[in-house]
């Protein structure tokens, strides 16, 4: 398998960008007259088909929302995910520790995240792991930059850093598209951030060839919508339809493709196969430290601790503050 074209130039810098290009601006998507979140425009037949495409686990009780219910309007015990987090942007449960570890770094909640936010973060996580690059908090910050808008937290390209991935265009209407999920889905320290204190600029240095060892081996993989069996195989979905089976990637000819990049080039026609394994082997053992995942007890714990407790205070709290500023 031949390596990747090189996108860097010939000293191995990083092409000048501007801070967010013209196609990265983010969809303000509208919202309800008086600055609140549209109602919820999605059928219940849509949802179904959604968690069934997903592999949406039944312990998380993925929860179709009540007439007229925005955003906001979680009930105990439950938080808010934006269906296109997993349409266009591969998120899955449980989350990737990488996922968690970024909203604990930003201090902010999932249901605060724009989906423009997660696709960077889901295809950063893809393209390191493809890579076979380090998937951490401080090389995601070498490119990004944490930004507010419209009461929503995203990122914005960090200036001078190499372009990773051009967000889809045409996803609008996201604020009407969302479901409730169990609180403890999704394993991580989050809180509530105050979206009218701003976001300081984060003084990092941008990737480059003198500043990390993977840069040049580094080529942008855009974002791209992956099947269960592809975020499988770069250990980015924890559901797996066999747990005696391993995927790996081949090619036509039948060959294991070592470098995960392959399955994006444009010329591939391989695909990824299951193939066996022991319950206690390999793939099946090491995708596990991939996740956060609440132990039973934990679940339970903390399924008692928030039944009674509701997040739509602390959202609703945030959305009068940041109408009360705009005006």
């Not at 996803?171 to 999704?186: C, P």
Request: hydrophobic fraction near 40%.
């Amino acid at each position: 398998m031949a390596e990747p074209s090189n996108p860097h130039n010939v000293e191995g810098e990083n092409p000048e960008q501007p801070v967010m290009a013209a196609d990265e601006d983010e969809d303000d998507d509208g919202g309800a007259p008086g600055g609140g979140l549209p109602v919820l425009k999605r059928s219940k037949g849509g949802f179904r088909t959604l968690m069934t495409t997903i592999h949406m686990a039944s312990d998380w009780d993925a929860t179709y929302p009540r007439e007229g219910d925005t955003g906001v309007d979680a009930p105990a015990g439950y938080i808010t995910l934006w269906a296109d987090f997993f349409t266009e942007g591969n998120l899955r449960l449980s989350v990737t520790v990488f996922v968690a570890e970024v909203l604990e770094y930003y201090h902010h909640h999932i249901s605060q995240l724009s989906p423009f936010g997660m696709f960077r973060i889901r295809n950063f996580n893809y393209t390191f792991r493809a890579h076979g690059s380090d998937v951490t908090v401080e090389n995601f910050r070498r490119f990004y930059q944490l930004t507010v808008n419209t009461g929503f937290f995203s990122f914005n390209q960090r200036h001078g850093s190499l372009k990773l991935m051009t967000p889809p265009k045409g996803v609008s209407k996201w604020k009407t598209k969302f479901f409730y999920v169990k609180t403890f889905a999704v394993y991580a320290h989050m809180t509530f951030r105050d979206v009218n204190v701003g976001v300081a600029d984060e003084d990092i240095l941008v990737a480059t060839a003198k500043t990390v060892e993977w840069f040049s081996r580094l080529w942008p993989i855009e974002l791209k919508k992956l099947d269960n069996n592809q975020l499988w195989v770069l250990r980015m979905m924890l559901t797996r339809p066999d747990r005696k089976a391993r995927p790996v990637l081949r090619e036509n000819s039948g060959e294991i493709v070592v470098g995960l990049w392959s399955m994006f080039e444009p010329n591939f026609e391989g695909k990824v196969e299951l193939i066996p394994c022991g319950l206690r082997e390999g793939f099946n053992l090491e995708i596990v430290s991939n996740f956060r995942v609440p132990t039973r007890a934990v679940s339970l714990g903390i399924w008692a601790s928030l039944k009674s407790v509701s997040p739509r205070n602390s959202w609703r709290k945030a959305g009068e503050e940041t109408r009360a500023g705009s005006r």
